[in-house]
């Protein structure tokens, strides 16, 4: 196997013609032609591939538009479906088209150069394309699915890292005047933007309250005022669960950029605008890779993510890309990055802060944003939850939390399949423990690890560490945010059994996220019992404790989390009291298997336009 300067490595292809299978540009290269001819076998069966790929990308980018209709309709539930459809698709097509191609020609599955005909012929067909990429990775899906013999990694990036870049002669947002103020006819003109087939309730209110809100916080109707030089907002709607959100930046003097979000919301009265959001904590949140990705009804995910790379610029440039549903490019993005990081720090992964987990192996660089996991062979002497269902099993979990509505709580993952990292990039004494203890996943070969499976994260503090050290007025923060971060996730149908807090982790906005998944189950599976109605010093085993399934005991909440500080339970306790009564999980449980959509609030009270 040969080594490719990218993160990841395996075949390596006509590397000149990954580099140009991007847009037909100047700033692009183009594809070379085939060097030999092909057959018409390699010929019909790269037709038939792509294809297949524009079922799936035309299906795709069609349910942005769908995601707006069910905005304008007051239709979650249908948003919700389209996500879930959104993040499927892909993974649907190539399992259902690889054994179709593997069954009418079984060689393809028996030689690795028997694709290299195929290749040669499907390269011209996507050549031009702004989704060659995305084309590329579809027919290396479907040869990854069909060749199975020896290990093989997979390159997850198209060429050089920086040809993840924009197209400058894109345009993707429309440009409004600036001032000494922002005009209530110009924010009119931009809430004019998705083009709604339903009506504002108050256009011009909402105008007005907007501009009143930027100038405000902008010091623009008082002392020290900064001049606004332009406005940029994308030429799209961004469509997520019952919202809509219009996104650009302020061009401030001296080329300072600030966000410029504005949330929509529909009731039965019409569309009006909730919050301006003006900073990029706050946008940051609204962005995040914790809540389920939005559909925007703009094609060019390039351009996307580098928009909101640049008013968000201490969010990865992968996770942008994943926000806005382009989860395999965000792939390549995110293994630039850590390639980049290394690169640049001469830092080795080493094992990840923290309590070491029973089921997964976590490791980082120390300066790195991302956090790396594998799932060992078997669970470590402190599993606690009797007979390991296999890894199989912990992948699916982490894939299902992929797939859903994160509710603002849960951590999205990356899961990368057959990735190969060089040795010198490993502590000794990792490299050693990946090997022994996860080693159906991890292989050495050729002076390189490689991965069967690989799980990518962002980096938080775990919770148990961060207490350690924080002033009190963040730690009774962190605590409080950590009761919500329980509620949400129940209301997104999960269930975390082991609620240890050393099982979830702190952002430096102080919010609280779960990111360990093996312990993951249906809230609505859930059996809630309780002790409390038993009369004291009753000896009898509960009725509870003969049935099946997972039983909760609402009570043992607070012991669960295991937090040391008796002052930060209390304060746990007083805030979230209700968290320690059946009543409550009971009726989060009965909504849910009644199928009500929970409602949520996902930027603060303050950002909330005052009526």
Not at 413 to 433: C, H, M, P, S, T
Request: with cysteine; glycine share 6%.
């Amino acid at each position: 196997m040969t080594e490719s300067g990218a993160f990841g490595t395996g075949r390596r292809r006509n590397e000149s013609a990954r580099k140009g299978a991007r847009r037909d540009t100047a700033r692009r290269d183009t594809l070379p032609q085939p060097a030999e001819p092909v057959d018409e076998t390699a010929v019909s069966l790269a037709h038939w591939v792509l294809r297949e790929f524009d079922d799936y990308y035309n299906e795709s980018r069609g349910i942005p538009d769908r995601a707006k209709q069910a905005f304008e309709n007051r239709d979650p539930g249908q948003s919700l479906m389209l996500s879930r459809r959104r993040l499927s698709i892909y993974s649907e097509s190539i399992h259902a088209l690889a054994p179709r191609i593997a069954e009418r020609y079984p060689h393809l599955a028996q030689i690795e150069s028997n694709w290299r005909g195929i290749e040669q012929a499907y390269l011209p067909l996507i050549e031009g394309r702004y989704e060659a990429d995305l084309a590329y990775a579809f027919i290396s899906s479907i040869q990854r699915m069909i060749y199975q013999g020896e290990w093989q990694a997979v390159e997850y990036a198209f060429g050089e890292g920086d040809r993840l870049r924009p197209d400058a002669s894109v345009k993707i947002y429309r440009e409004f005047p600036g001032g000494a103020a922002l005009s209530p006819d110009t924010v009119a003109d931009i809430l004019s933007i998705p083009g709604f087939a339903k009506d504002y309730q108050d256009k011009g209110e909402d105008a007005y309250l907007v501009a009143e809100r930027v100038n405000a916080w902008l010091g623009a109707d008082g002392e020290g005022r900064r001049s606004i030089q332009a406005i940029q907002m994308i030429d799209a709607g961004f469509y997520r669960n019952r919202g809509a959100y219009l996104v650009g930046r302020i061009i401030l003097e001296q080329g300072e950029r600030a966000p410029l979000v504005i949330a929509l919301l529909n009731d039965e009265n019409g569309i009006y605008v909730d919050a301006a959001l003006i900073n990029e904590t706050d946008s940051h949140n609204i962005f995040s890779s914790t809540l389920a990705n939005f559909h925007v009804t703009n094609p060019y995910y390039h351009e996307l993510a580098a928009f909101l790379h640049s008013i968000m610029p201490n969010r990865p440039l992968g996770l942008h890309y994943s926000t806005v549903g382009f989860n395999h490019v965000g792939k390549v993005a995110v293994m630039n990055e850590l390639r980049t990081e290394l690169a640049r720090t001469h830092e080795r992964f080493e094992t990840a802060v923290g309590f070491r987990g029973t089921v997964a192996i976590a490791f980082s660089a120390p300066s790195s944003r991302y956090v790396l996991k594998v799932i060992r062979d078997t669970p470590t002497d402190q599993y606690k939850w009797g007979t390991f269902e296999g890894v199989e099993t912990v992948l699916d979990k982490y894939r299902r939390v992929h797939e859903i509505n994160r509710t603002g709580s849960m951590l999205d993952n990356i899961i990368y399949y057959n990735v190969r990292l060089k040795n010198e990039w490993f502590d000794e004494a990792l490299r050693e423990e990946l090997l022994q203890n996860a080693g159906a996943c991890v292989t050495s070969l050729e002076g390189a690890l490689v991965f069967k499976h690989l799980i990518a994260q962002p980096k938080m503090i775990p919770l148990p560490n961060f207490l350690e050290s924080a002033a009190p007025a963040d730690a009774e923060i962190v605590v409080e945010n950590l009761g919500h971060c329980i509620k949400n996730n129940a209301a997104a149908n999960i269930f975390n059994k082991d609620l240890d807090g050393r099982n979830y982790g702190v952002s430096k906005h102080l919010k609280v996220y779960l990111f360990d998944y093996d312990a993951l189950e249906p809230f609505t599976d859930i059996k809630i019992r309780t002790n409390q109605d038993r009369i004291e010093g009753e000896e009898d085993v509960p009725d509870w404790f003969f049935e099946d399934g997972v039983i909760f005991l609402p009570e043992e909440v607070e012991s669960g989390l295991r937090i040391r500080d008796r002052a930060l339970v209390r304060h746990f306790r007083n805030v979230h009291r209700d968290l320690l009564t059946v009543d409550y999980w009971q009726e989060v449980q009965d909504d849910l298997l009644q199928g009500r959509v929970p409602s949520l609030s996902v930027y603060p009270d303050e950002c909330k336009l005052f009526r």
